[in-house]
């Protein structure tokens, strides 16, 4: 790099920086549940897009030489002979670019039109009228004097919160329904031949597979998810569980009693909505079970 060249970072907007963290954000834990439950696929999906935006951020930035303009962005980049250029102007174009503000500058050159977001505008005007005094300058209040790099502050116009809201409200609403659906109780009913448990991470266990039932005072201790939903005391769906081994879980921890049915592989552990209903339950099928 020779003693003449420039390098200008990019100008950020405040909502840049917003919907690059936004998603990371909200997305962390179903990302995290969904990969513990093997869907590595959803994690690269979320965080992909956002990878990709901050590779754009950290990427954006405009070299000048003494003959050359040279533009980054990602894997792309644009070289503009500097005798090419025509004008510079200010606009607010919201037009795909690579600029990370909205606080722009239009290079008309005889290839087409760029635009790009210096944080030091005038120190950049001035390095490339400098080297091609034939550029037309307008809109601007001065030339200024040439800087390699100059804090700017960043700006958040109102129109721009677009991206941050088209990213975040679908993210919070997946969120939302996803520890709704898995927070509602379980509908546990006995038929002439199964138990079955309903909801998310549901289990239905044959009356003919059953090897005990009984009503346990104490809630096992859980060593891991298998497949389901666990938020605070409320578990649901398939866990290996201390002394049982892999089964399902449909409790509240801290909420006795607790519906223990075995099998010879598996088992369910489940808690109705208050004690007298757990108990009800328990005897409705320990009494089929019993007659079948």
């Not at 405040?14 to 834990?29: K, R």
């Not at 809201?165 to 546990?188: D, E, H, N």
């Amino acid at each position: 790099m020779s003693a003449t060249t420039l390098h200008f970072r990019s100008k950020i907007d405040g909502w840049i920086i917003g919907a690059t963290a936004l998603p990371v954000l909200i997305g962390l834990y179903p990302a995290w549940l969904a990969a513990s439950e093997g869907h590595i696929w959803v994690p690269l999906v979320v965080f992909t897009p956002v990878a990709l935006m901050g590779w754009g951020v950290s990427s954006t930035s405009y070299t000048v030489t003494d003959d050359l303009l040279e533009v980054r962005c990602m894997w792309l980049t644009e070289l503009i002979p500097l005798g090419s250029v025509r004008s510079l102007h200010p606009t607010r174009s919201l037009l795909s670019a690579p600029a990370l503000s909205l606080d722009r500058i239009e290079l008309v050159h005889t290839t087409g039109r760029t635009l790009v977001s210096p944080r030091d505008r005038e120190g950049f005007v001035a390095s490339l009228s400098r080297r091609n005094p034939a550029i037309t300058v307008h809109g601007f209040d001065g030339r200024g004097e040439e800087h390699q790099d100059v804090t700017g502050d960043p700006t958040i116009p109102g129109a721009a919160l677009t991206p941050a809201i088209v990213i975040g409200v679908p993210l919070l609403l997946v969120i939302g329904v996803m520890f709704y659906r898995g927070s509602q109780p379980p509908t546990a009913q006995v038929t002439a031949d199964e138990f079955i448990v309903s909801g998310n991470y549901g289990a239905t266990v044959e009356l003919s597979e059953i090897t005990s039932i009984s009503l346990e005072s104490e809630h096992p201790r859980v060593r891991r998810r298998l497949r389901g939903f666990s938020a605070g005391d409320t578990r649901r769906g398939r866990f290996r569980v201390h002394t049982l081994g892999d089964g399902f879980l449909f409790t509240r921890a801290g909420a006795p009693p607790y519906l223990l049915v075995r099998t010879e592989d598996s088992f369910v552990l489940l808690n109705a909505e208050t004690p007298d209903e757990t108990q009800r339950l328990h005897d409705d099928l320990l009494w089929l079970w019993q007659n079948q």
